[in-house]
């Protein structure tokens, strides 16, 4: 189950580097709201490749967690910016950025650890975005339904994961049991993936000329 798990990780971080290379196939003509989210997922590419190195090198690499969910943050904030067209999403995301700075200078060991607040604020924002846009949607066409499908299962799963992971690392729990725990978490990222492929695929790709 173990190899199964190591197997499965290493396609999610090679899914994760293609996924930008398609959506940058129609990055030039598309709108605002798509090239953010090209950017977000060449970050999180990056993100995932640096990850994958340094536990090859056997690098402890839990900082690295600071920089995924923040970024994070600030780009499916900007993102969602340019889907509900509302003044207040830079309000937000500067207050929650100002709450985390504070934290850090008051806490500087929470950088090197699992940050559930932030995890748990910064996750539960955009998932409210996911929200109020599927609300909008209820009266008005508009784009990247799938994808926000796939934002809202993945960060609530997300939340749930992150959200106990320094009461899962005080449990001392097997390593077997971590990565099994770990791949639900996977899973639903899988399931993202599959979703942003999806969205690509069905709206977005170039379609052929017609002779």
């Known amino acids: 189950m173990l190899d199964f798990v190591e197997y499965f990780n290493n396609f999610l971080v090679l899914a994760s580097v293609l996924l930008p290379c398609i959506y940058f196939i129609s990055f030039a003509k598309s709108s605002r709201a798509y090239k953010v989210f090209t950017l977000y997922l060449l970050f999180i590419a990056i993100i995932q490749g640096t990850l994958f190195y340094l536990n090859a090198q056997k690098i402890h690499n839990l900082f690295m967690f600071q920089f995924y969910f ?22 937000v995301l500067f207050l929650v950025l100002g709450v985390l700075a504070l934290q850090y200078v008051f806490d500087p060991s929470s950088f090197l650890a699992y940050n559930t607040m932030g995890v748990i604020l ?90």
Do not use: C, H
């Open 70 to 91: 923040i970024g994070q943050f600030v780009f499916l904030s900007l993102f969602y910016f340019e889907l509900l067209k509302k003044k207040w999403v830079p309000i």
């Open 122 to 211: 910064t996750q539960s924002v955009v998932v409210v975005y996911s929200m109020l846009y599927f609300y909008k949607m209820l009266s008005q066409k508009g784009s990247f339904l799938i994808v926000n499908n796939g934002i809202f299962l993945y960060l609530m799963a997300s939340v749930l994961f992150f959200s106990s992971g320094n009461l899962l690392l005080k449990l001392n729990l097997s390593l077997e049991t971590m990565r099994l725990i770990g791949f639900v978490n996977d899973f639903f990222y899988f399931v993202f993936i599959i979703l942003i492929v999806v969205e690509w695929y069905r709206n977005f790709r170039p379609t052929p000329l017609k002779v």
